[in-house]
């Protein structure tokens, strides 16, 4: 490139959200009467699909606005940030105009909808903020950062993310690779560590023995670790703070004071058991059965059944298990509760727990191309026994284990995007690395157009996802109910970014990529798991984020 670009603006970047918002409202208000306000998804589920995604890429666009604004108010902007954000802006006004365009008849729009909302001056500016010589700029910028995340943050976050910065950079990074290669378990010094450093404890209140620094900080923490290794450290705060927020929204005060202070303090590990081998996304049809009954002289439950999917199972020390109590299947989810299970803690991919009163539980890791480190078991319980008091909610909870497991999913959806923010992250950073070192026709391949337009795609993809999973984290602080569907869109738009990031990544390593001697091979296969858990990609576009917009 000869000369510097014009860097586009924030103004910019208003004007192409007004015009994705102008058509994704339009879109979201026919789909909403063709679906009778969302009762009828099932019956148009590519229509209410393409509807819920653009939905998704227009709030990423005005998280991202939103945020760049108020650093700019605050001094910590600069001009190549606001451009990374008008850039981000013209790519996802785009994308949303072309999502939206094959079903545009099909919502009884038109042509004259598109048109309008993307005049010929707006269409202009769209070509010109997204024009190659402003992504180069952005990408060779990249370059000679080497990637590194510099997004703003106030004194008490930033501390944060450095010491967390820190702590991966020294502790985990150094063993991701071999973790990944030998698929190890993790190991118990990271444990350790996290504990004696708080990481635990970031969502429980104080007076339960942890910080309760806020989403934000924890999201930060996820995304340092997940930086450094997705499956040796990323995930392991995810657990915990699923059944956090489910004894928070409904134990009773004696489990609170019971469990809380410990899964704080890193004393218990935390698996989620709720998946059978037959039941993934229609959690309402879980049939592990859990009936009343005693053990050496103690009331409570008999839990009999199989459940898969069960990450970190043998290591942990509790399992959050949805059962269901009520045998009646035609009650559904409300015959549904949510049961803490004890056990041993178990090294390697196999094991077997024994309880005294014959109950058993086995476990057997499912071997998987990538997040090694954590290991995902299929269970089988056979007359296991579970103290009464161990029924999250005591019998209040009867029947509410489903919507106690939903609102920690919301929880898990937000680390989700954490994680995926993170992984994104180190795949650029090492990208950046790599074409800065990689010399190929006499000059280092990040001096080459291509190069730098797609590093510069990279960190315009990343800014959007990081804006819209820290906006979700600070909602969820303010109303963790209202800020469910967000913190879904969050975990579905961040988990696409981290795929796309991860691949143009290897792309760029060229034959390299492909080899296990460079993360970036590890990164890719562990971004392929984002989009499947915490809500697999089609259901919780369908039955999560398109019932919330379409319901209006």
């Known amino acids: ?104 008849d099909d919502l009884g729009l038109g042509d004259d909808a598109i048109e309008s909302s993307y005049p010929a001056a707006a269409r202009s500016l769209l070509r010109k903020v997204a024009n190659e010589r402003v992504l180069r700029e952005i990408g060779r910028h990249v370059a000679e950062t080497r990637g590194r995340n510099e997004w703003p943050l106030d004194e008490t976050l930033e501390q944060v993310r450095a010491s ?58 996820t995304e340092e670790l997940s930086r450094a290794s997705l499956a040796g450290a990323g995930s392991l705060i995810t657990r915990p703070e699923i059944l956090t927020k489910a004894l928070l929204q409904g134990g009773t005060e004696e489990q609170k004071k019971h469990w809380l202070p410990k899964i704080a303090s890193g004393e218990l590990m935390v698996g989620i058991s709720v998946t059978e081998p037959d039941v993934g996304s229609d959690v309402s049809s879980v049939k592990c059965r859990a009936d009343r009954g005693s053990a050496e002289g103690r009331e409570g439950w008999i839990v009999n059944g199989p ?44 094991f077997e727990m024994k309880q005294p009163g014959g109950g058993r539980m086995v476990g057997k890791a499912d071997a998987t191309p990538g997040y090694r480190g954590m290991h995902s078991f299929t269970l089988n319980l056979e007359n296991y026994f579970v103290p009464a008091a161990n029924l999250v909610g005591g019998e209040a909870g009867l029947g509410r284990g489903f919507y106690l497991q939903m609102a920690g999913f919301a929880a898990g959806r937000l680390q989700t995007g954490g994680r995926a923010t993170g992984l994104a992250q180190a795949a650029l950073e090492k990208t950046a690395e790599y ?50 569907p967000l913190a879904a869109q969050a ?31 590890r990164y890719v296969v562990d971004a392929s798991v984002l989009p499947i858990f915490e809500g697999v990609k089609p259901i919780l576009e369908l039955k999560v984020i398109a019932r919330s917009l379409l319901g209006g």
């Not at 227009?58 to 108010?73: D, H, I, N, P, S």
């Not at 989810?333 to 090294?347: M, P, Q, R, T, Y």
């Not at 796309?500 to 034959?511: A, P």
């Open 491 to 521: 975990k579905l738009f961040a988990c696409d970014v981290a795929v796309e990031v991860t691949q143009t990544g290897q792309i760029l390593h060229g034959g390299w990529g492909y080899a296990e001697e460079y993360p970036i091979s």
């Open 164 to 221: 967390v910065r820190e702590f991966a950079d020294k502790e985990v990074a150094p063993h991701a690779e071999r973790i990944h290669r030998h698929d190890e378990l993790v190991p118990e010094e990271f444990i350790r560590k996290m504990s004696e450093l708080g990481f635990f404890g970031l969502s429980v209140p104080e007076e339960y023995g942890g910080t309760e620094y806020g989403n934000l900080a924890m999201i930060l923490t």
């Open 307 to 350: 459940k898969s999917w069960c990450t970190f199972a043998g290591r942990a020390n509790v399992l959050a298990l949805l059962a269901r109590t009520d045998p009646d299947l035609s009650k559904g989810a409300k015959g549904l509760s949510l049961l803490i299970v004890e056990k041993d803690a178990f090294d390697g991919h196999d």
């Open 435 to 484: 074409v800065v070192d990689r010399v190929q026709f006499k000059k280092p391949i990040s001096e080459y157009p291509l190069t730098q337009y797609y590093l510069g795609h990279m960190a315009t993809r990343l800014a959007a996802a990081r804006a819209i999973t820290y906006a979700a984290a600070v909602a969820m602080d303010e109303d963790e109910r209202k800020a469910a």
């Open 1 to 104: 490139m000869s000369e510097t670009p014009h860097l586009p603006t924030l103004a910019d970047a208003r004007v192409a959200l007004d015009s994705a918002e102008k058509l994704v409202s339009k879109a979201v208000e026919r789909a909403s009467e063709i679906t009778s306000r969302g009762e009828r998804i099932d019956d148009h589920q590519v229509l209410a699909e393409r509807v819920a995604y653009a939905a998704t890429e227009a709030r990423a666009a005005r998280e991202l606005v939103a945020a760049v604004a108020e650093l700019r108010g605050s001094g910590g902007g600069n001009a190549l940030l606001e451009a990374t954000a008008a850039a981000s802006m013209a790519e996802l006004a785009t994308a949303i105009r072309d999502r939206l365009s094959p079903v545009i």
